[in-house]
C-alpha cells in the first residue's frame, strides 16, 4: 500500500488561493447586508458589533458546512462509479484487472476527497459536521467493502475501513491544527502505512474516524450490490456464486435483525429494503435449485425475473 | 469457498456485536446525559416562574427583588452543568447536543432578560455563559453554542414585547418606548446575520411580530399623550434606562 501522499498534498495546496478567493466573496456579501441596516440602527452600537462576531462566527461555520457537503457528494458519485465498475466483472479474465482498476479509483478517493475532509475536520468536533459527510461515507464504506468482499470473500471490518483512511501530512503545514489525543488513538492500531514517508521531515497522522453507525448503514447498502451481483451472476451462467452470496446476505439480515430498532430510523429503513434484497436473491436462489437443470442457462435470467418480486430491477437505497 | 466461509461468518458476528457494544455504551450516555439534563429543566422552570412576576401590575417595581431571587437560582445551573460536562467527552459535545439545547436556550434566554431588567442592555455572550459557568470557545469543550445563544435572545424579543403590553397596563407608558428601541436593535443585529433555513432563521421570522406589537402599544400611548409626560409617578427608580443604541 505504498501510497505517496506527500504528492497529492501538493495537490492540495494549489487549491489555497480558490478558497481564499471564496471567502472574499462571503466578505463582500456581508458589506452589503451591513449598508442595508446602517439605515435603523447605529454601525458602532454594541449590540451591532457584537453580532458582527456572531455574523462572521455563522458564516465560517455554514461555509466550512458548504465545503463539506460538495467534498462528500463527490465522494458518493466516485464511490458509485466504483461500484459500477466493480459490477462490470464477468470472469476470470477480467478480474484482476477491474480490481485492480477499482483499487486505484479507491485510493484516489482516499487521497484526495476523503483527505480533504479530513484537513476541513482537524480541530472541529466531526459531529458538528456529520449530516454533511456521513452520505458520503456509507457510500464510500460501502465501495470498499464490495472491493473487500469480491478480492477475498470477508467483510472489512471498521478497524480496517478506518485503517485506510489515516493520512500522514507533513507537521508544519498548519498549525492551527491540534493533535488531539484520539487521532493518535487511531494511528497506533493503524496498517502500517506510516513506513512511507521518510524519517526526516517531520509527519503527522491525519485521520478521519468513521462512525460506527455510518459504518454499520454502509454494510445495509452493500447488501444491495450483492443482490445485483448475485443476479448478474445468473446471467452470466454463473450457478455456484449465487448460493454463496445468499449465505453471506441471510449472516448479514440475521445480525440485522439481531439489533432491532434500536438504531434509528434510517437503520429500519435501510433493513427492510435489505430484507427486499435478500427475498430476490432467495428467490433466485430456489429458481436455480428447482429448475435449474430444466432451463438452458441462458433462460435462467428470464425465468428468475417472471417470479413474484423477483424483478432484477434493482431498487436503490441512495435517495 | 467453503474454507472463507467460516473465517466470513465470525467477521460478520464480531462487527455486529460490536456495533452492538457501540450503541448500548451510546445508550447508557444518553440516558446519564438526560437525567442531569432534567435537573437543569427544572430549575430552568423555577427561574422563569420568578421572572414571571415582572408582568403582573406590581411586579415591575420589585423587578430588582426578583432579579436578585432569580440570579440566585440561576447559579445552580452552573453546578448543574458542570456534572453535565463530565458526562459528555471533551470532544463529542455535538454528539449529544440535541439533549441540552433546549435548556441552553432556555438559560440563555432567562439571563439575557435578568440583564435586561437589570440595566435594560443586551446580554453578551460571556455574560450568558459565565451563568452557567460555561465557555464562549467551542475549543474549550463545554461551551454555549452560538445559536442556541441567539435562540435565547429571539425569546428576550417575544418576552419584552409581552412586558410592553403589560407595563403599560401598570401604569408605566415610557417602558414601551425603550423597549420598542431595544427590540428595534435586536432587529437590526440579526439582520446582520447570513441565516441558513433552520430553525434559527424560523425563529428569526417571528421577530417582526414581536416588533410590531411593541409598536402598536407606542403608538397607542402616543396618540394619547401618555408618552410624552415622561415622569410617571412612583416609578422614579425606573427612569434611568441606559441609552438602547439611538444616540
Given amino acids: 500500500m505504498g501510497r505517496d501522499y506527500r504528492q497529492k498534498d501538493d495537490g492540495y495546496k494549489s487549491k489555497g488561493p480558490s478558497k481564499r478567493a471564496q471567502h472574499g466573496d462571503s466578505w463582500s456579501a456581508n458589506r452589503k447586508v451591513q449598508k442595508g441596516v446602517k ?281 | 469457498m467453503a474454507d472463507t466461509g467460516s473465517d466470513a461468518v465470525s467477521s460478520v458476528s464480531s462487527t455486529f456485536s460490536a456495533f452492538n457494544e457501540y450503541l448500548t455504551n451510546d445508550q447508557d450516555m444518553r440516558e446519564e446525559i438526560r437525567v442531569a439534563v432534567r435537573a437543569m429543566e427544572q430549575t430552568a422552570r423555577e427561574i422563569m416562574t420568578t421572572l414571571e412576576g415582572v408582568h403582573q401590575t406590581a411586579g415591575l417595581k420589585e423587578a430588582p427583588a426578583l432579579c436578585q431571587k432569580a440570579r440566585k437560582l440561576l447559579e445552580t445551573t452552573e453546578g448543574q452543568f458542570a456534572a453535565l460536562q463530565k458526562k459528555v467527552p471533551m470532544d463529542q459535545y455535538y454528539r449529544f447536543h440535541d439533549h441540552w439545547r433546549f435548556v441552553s436556550q432556555r438559560l440563555s434566554f432567562v439571563a439575557a432578560l435578568i440583564i435586561y431588567l437589570e440595566s435594560e442592555k443586551l446580554i453578551t455572550r460571556e455574560e450568558a455563559a459565565k451563568f452557567m459557568g460555561v465557555s464562549t470557545k467551542r475549543e474549550d469543550g463545554f461551551h454555549l453554542d452560538l445559536e442556541d445563544f441567539l435562540q435565547g435572545l429571539l425569546q428576550l424579543a417575544s418576552e419584552l414585547s409581552r412586558l410592553a403590553i403589560n407595563s403599560v397596563t401598570a401604569g408605566e407608558y415610557n417602558r414601551p418606548v425603550r423597549i420598542s428601541n431595544f427590540i428595534q436593535e435586536l432587529n437590526a443585529g440579526f439582520r446582520l446575520l447570513n441565516l441558513k433555513n433552520d430553525s434559527l432563521r424560523k425563529r428569526f421570522d417571528g421577530l417582526k411580530y414581536d416588533i410590531k406589537k411593541v409598536e402598536e402599544v407606542v403608538y397607542d400611548i402616543s396618540i394619547r399623550g401618555l408618552k410624552t409626560s415622561a415622569t410617571v409617578p412612583g416609578h422614579g427608580g425606573e427612569e434611568t434606562p441606559k441609552s438602547t443604541g439611538v444616540e
Avoid: W
Fill in chain 1, 39 to 319: 439605515l435603523i440602527a447605529e454601525e458602532n452600537s454594541e449590540v451591532v458589533q457584537a453580532f458582527r462576531v456572531f455574523q462572521n462566527e455563522l458564516d465560517t461555520k455554514h461555509d466550512k458546512h458548504e465545503r463539506l457537503v460538495k467534498l462528500s457528494r463527490d465522494v458518493t458519485i466516485e464511490s458509485k462509479r466504483t461500484i459500477f465498475l466493480l459490477h462490470r466483472i464477468t470472469g476470470d479474465e477480467d478480474r484482476e484487472t477491474v480490481i485492480k482498476e477499482a483499487e486505484d479509483k479507491i485510493k484516489l478517493i482516499q487521497s484526495t476527497h476523503i483527505l480533504q475532509i479530513a484537513k476541513e475536520l482537524q480541530g472541529q468536533d466531526p459531529f458538528l459536521f456529520q449530516r454533511a459527510i456521513s452520505p458520503g461515507f456509507q457510500e464510500y464504506v460501502e465501495a470498499v467493502l464490495f472491493l473487500c468482499y469480491i478480492k477475498e470473500k470477508k467483510l472489512m471490518t471498521l478497524e480496517e475501513v478506518r485503517g485506510q483512511l489515516v493520512f500522514q501530512v507533513p507537521a508544519g503545514e498548519d498549525s492551527l491544527a491540534k493533535e488531539d489525543s484520539r487521532k493518535s488513538d487511531v494511528v497506533s492500531d493503524a496498517t502500517p502505512d506510516g513506513e512511507v514517508h521518510d524519517p526526516d521531515s517531520p509527519m503527522r497522522a491525519l485521520s478521519v474516524s468513521v462512525s460506527p453507525m455510518d459504518y454499520v448503514l454502509g454494510i445495509a447498502d452493500f447488501t444491495g450490490e450483492l443482490m445485483r451481483m448475485c443476479i448478474n451472476s445468473i446471467g452470466n451462467g454463473d450457478t455456484e456464486t449465487p448460493f454463496v452470496l445468499v449465505t453471506f446476505m441471510q449472516q448479514l439480515y440475521d445480525c440485522f435483525q439481531l439489533l432491532g430498532n434500536t438504531p434509528g430510523r434510517e437503520y429500519t429503513r435501510k433493513m427492510s429494503v435489505m430484507r427486499q434484497s435478500l427475498a430476490k436473491v432467495e428467490n433466485a436462489c430456489y429458481m436455480l435449485r428447482v429448475r435449474g437443470s430444466e432451463f438452458p442457462k441462458h433462460m435462467l435470467l428470464d425465468a428468475i425475473s417472471a417470479l413474484p418480486g423477483g424483478s432484477t430491477d434493482t431498487m436503490d437505497l441512495d435517495t
